[in-house]
């Protein structure tokens, strides 16, 4: 079953019967502000795409790793890892005469990408939920699984690098796997990116291109593994992944540290003018907390209000105000505007409240 995601802005426009055109678009966390393109000469288009080496060198020193590969974005690393987990598993198995080795367990958020889950609960594992806490190390079975969205979607809640290491080292005991999807990553002021702590073969680093540089429609992004990893996800996922055009935008943007840094500022500013907007025309009356980044904030509501999340959501879907409405039904989650969206969405909150 198909999943709903932000950014579905035709479906939404088809069902309050507004052109899409009229819309504001909030609906996703990708940057409004986005890299500029370069020019990309005809070749580019016209061949198959090769593996760029330039483009991996750049993206190892953005990153701060050693290994990695280029992706079509996450999706596909997200949906083939179950798979390769447990072939891994089944060569441990068979060196070690041991079914022990084949655990079927996954730690994962409650509140995050639901595409993580829906891959390995149709793969066939248990899936174990937690919140804000981590689970409890001791907790955590031989052989299993461990994903942690950091900083996480929706709810902004970010682990530090000193808290991760800790788990990977029990993962790496455990002979288990961690995940961290980093694709929020770029935004958060100090580093808390494991990037650069990849050596073994239990821990796995998914890093968005598109949200920070808001060019996701070119659809490219970076698994951060060690060699092994690497080989096993290029091999499965075959050539030509990321077309030859992608590959030039985002070389020329990883290697643009000086736009890096104007786009920080602005977002940064972006996401306190819409934070204050926010607390302004809502209040504490109707809201209870606002979380983040700088990509994205998402409302807790107060439950002794008459406005709750969902009819928030519709009440700005009538006024073509589109945001994203959790899975969950509880929060709802805005994309950081522009100044011109900024002004409109005022006009509408007080409109609407």
């Known amino acids: 079953m198909a999943l709903i995601h932000g950014g579905q802005l035709q479906q939404i426009a088809q069902k309050y019967q507004t052109p899409a055109e009229q819309w504001l678009d909030l609906s996703t966390g990708i940057a409004p502000l986005s890299y500029p393109i370069p020019d990309i000469p005809l070749n580019i288009w016209q061949d198959l795409p090769q593996q760029n080496n330039d483009l991996l060198t750049a993206a190892k020193h953005y990153y701060q790793c050693e290994h990695l590969i280029v ?8 949906k083939a890892l179950p798979e390769l987990w447990q072939k891994k598993q ?29 891959a390995w609960r149709n793969a066939g594992y248990s899936l174990h939920f937690y919140l804000d806490e981590l689970p409890v190390i001791d907790d955590i079975q031989a052989n299993s699984v461990l994903v942690i969205i950091n900083p996480n979607n929706p709810t902004g809640l970010l682990f530090t690098n000193e808290t991760l290491l800790t ?58 593994a060690n060699q092994s990893w690497c080989e096993a996800f290029n091999e499965h996922l ?12 985002a070389l020329h943007a990883l290697h643009d540290s000086d736009w890096h840094q104007q786009q920080k500022q602005t ?34 509501f107060n439950e002794a209000s008459n406005i709750n999340a969902e009819s928030l959501y519709t009440l700005l879907c ?18 950081i505007p522009t100044q011109q969206q900024l002004i409109k969405l005022a006009k509408i909150l007080q409109a609407c409240i």
Not at 93 to 109: G, Q, S
Not at 238 to 249: E, K, M, R, T, Y
Not at 267 to 292: C, V
């Open 71 to 78: 992706t079509n974005g996450s999706q596909a690393i997200i």
């Open 167 to 224: 788990y990977q080292k029990v993962i790496e005991n455990l002979n288990g796997l961690l995940v961290v999807d980093e694709a929020f990553m770029d935004v958060i002021p100090t580093n808390n990116s494991i990037c650069s702590q990849v050596a073994n073969s239990n821990t796995l680093v998914f890093r968005s291109f598109g949200k920070f540089f808001g060019l996701a429609g070119i659809r490219i992004g970076f698994l951060v």
């Open 90 to 118: 089944n060569t441990l198995t068979l060196d070690n005469k041991d079914p022990a080795h084949c655990a079927h367990h996954v730690y994962l958020p409650q509140y995050g990408y639901k595409e993580h889950a829906q």
């Open 267 to 300: 977002l940064n500013i972006l996401r306190n003018e819409l934070e204050k907007l926010l607390w302004q025309y809502l209040g504490n009356n109707i809201i209870s907390e606002i979380k983040g980044t700088d990509l994205f904030l998402t409302l807790s």
């Open 318 to 335: 009538q006024q073509a105000v589109y945001v994203r409405l959790t899975d969950e039904k509880d929060k709802l989650r805005f994309g």
């Open 238 to 249: 075959g050539p030509w992944q990321v077309n030859g055009p992608a590959q030039l935008i």
